[in-house]
């Protein structure tokens, strides 16, 4: 009984926050980390699709994934400097051609977030967000402004984002065309205590290949999302969770190629130092 009030007891007092916390898995806040501190954050992203089974050429199930790994750096108290991994492993058991991948390659992303003013100094606070990304199937160049106003513990947070993807694998694209990706995010957490953030968040993808094609795919989008959001914060360690349920073609059953899963998960872990 002494270990578990003990451990309660820790649980309860305020965590010295040096991290820069992310209560909404897909959408980035508007604070930046300290000068010279450091964080690193690990995402992982699931999703049930369906392809066909290279051993009996029927149609099987198949969790798709991707994993991603950020090592962020303070360089002032405002400007913040991320740079990723990413990884998308390749599924067995299923013939490649029915695979199509998530929203990532193999490859890397540097960032730089801003932010513009000191938190409740503007009636909304406003933060800049700039991304290059190199992997294996794209070049891309990606921007956000990035929206948050905190209301006493609630904190309501938008990212208008968007995306400029260069094709460099012809199966997923036609070689040398380029993309056009809108990716809002929106959504609002609470913070019950320092170490518990319940909360909501909706999110929409839509990619416009140019030249356009005669005829969208169910995997160029929009496909909108929303779903509960958690994250438990203890100062220097923290991690994040949401599962969303795909709101457009909401009846739809996966098909070979597809994209986005009826439902969606991710989880981010962080670690500041």
């Given at each position: 009984?002494?270990?578990?009030?003990?451990?309660?007891?820790?649980?309860?007092?305020?965590?010295?926050?040096?991290?820069?916390?992310?209560?909404?898995?897909?959408?980035?806040?508007?604070?930046?980390?300290?000068?010279?501190?450091?964080?690193?954050?690990?995402?992982?992203?699931?999703?049930?699709?369906?392809?066909?089974?290279?051993?009996?050429?029927?149609?099987?199930?198949?969790g798709a994934s991707q994993f991603q790994?950020?090592?962020?750096?303070?360089?002032?108290?405002?400007?913040?400097?991320?740079?990723?991994?990413?990884?998308?492993?390749?599924?067995?058991?299923?013939?490649?051609?029915?695979?199509?991948?998530?929203?990532?390659?193999?490859?890397?992303?540097?960032?730089?977030?801003?932010?513009?003013?000191?938190?409740?100094?503007?009636?909304?606070?406003?933060?800049?967000y700039g991304e290059v990304v190199e992997?294996?199937?794209?070049?891309?160049?990606?921007?956000?402004?990035?929206?948050?106003?905190?209301?006493?513990?609630?904190?309501?947070?938008?990212?208008?984002?968007?995306?400029?993807?260069?094709?460099?694998?012809?199966?997923?694209?036609?070689?040398?065309?380029?993309?056009?990706?809108?990716?809002?995010?929106?959504?609002?957490?609470?913070?019950?205590?320092?170490?518990?953030?319940?909360?909501?968040?909706?999110?929409?993808?839509?990619?416009?290949?140019?030249?356009?094609?005669?005829?969208?795919?169910?995997?160029l989008g929009p496909a909108a999302y929303?779903?509960?959001?958690?994250?438990?914060?203890?100062?220097?360690?923290?991690?994040?969770?949401?599962?969303?349920?795909?709101?457009?073609?909401?009846?739809?059953?996966?098909?070979?190629?597809?994209?986005?899963?009826?439902?969606?998960?991710?989880?981010?872990?962080?670690?500041?130092?």
């Amino acid at each position: 009984m002494k270990k578990i009030a003990l451990v309660l007891g820790l649980l309860s007092v305020p965590a010295v926050a040096h991290a820069t916390p992310q209560p909404l898995p897909f959408s980035y806040v508007y604070e930046t980390l300290p000068k010279g501190s450091i964080e690193v954050e690990t995402y992982a992203d699931y999703t049930p699709l369906r392809a066909t089974s290279s051993s009996t050429g029927n149609l099987t199930y198949y969790g798709a994934s991707q994993f991603q790994t950020e090592f962020e750096y303070g360089i002032t108290d405002r400007l913040e400097l991320g740079l990723y991994v990413t990884w998308v492993p390749t599924p067995s058991g299923v013939a490649p051609d029915s695979v199509s991948r998530l929203t990532e390659g193999n490859g890397l992303k540097e960032r730089l977030r801003l932010r513009l003013a000191e938190p409740g100094q503007w009636p909304l606070d406003v933060g800049l967000y700039g991304e290059v990304v190199e992997n294996d199937v794209e070049i891309e160049l990606e921007g956000k402004i990035l929206l948050q106003r905190r209301i006493g513990d609630l904190r309501l947070v938008a990212n208008l984002w968007g995306e400029l993807e260069y094709n460099l694998d012809a199966p997923n694209g036609v070689l040398g065309t380029h993309d056009w990706v809108i990716n809002p995010t929106v959504g609002a957490t609470y913070q019950v205590t320092p170490q518990f953030h319940p909360g909501i968040e909706g999110w929409l993808r839509a990619e416009y290949p140019i030249p356009s094609p005669l005829t969208r795919t169910f995997s160029l989008g929009p496909a909108a999302y929303i779903g509960p959001t958690c994250m438990f914060d203890f100062g220097n360690f923290w991690f994040s969770s949401g599962v969303y349920l795909r709101g457009t073609n909401f009846g739809r059953s996966p098909q070979p190629g597809d994209t986005y899963g009826s439902v969606w998960g991710r989880l981010i872990v962080g670690l500041s130092f």
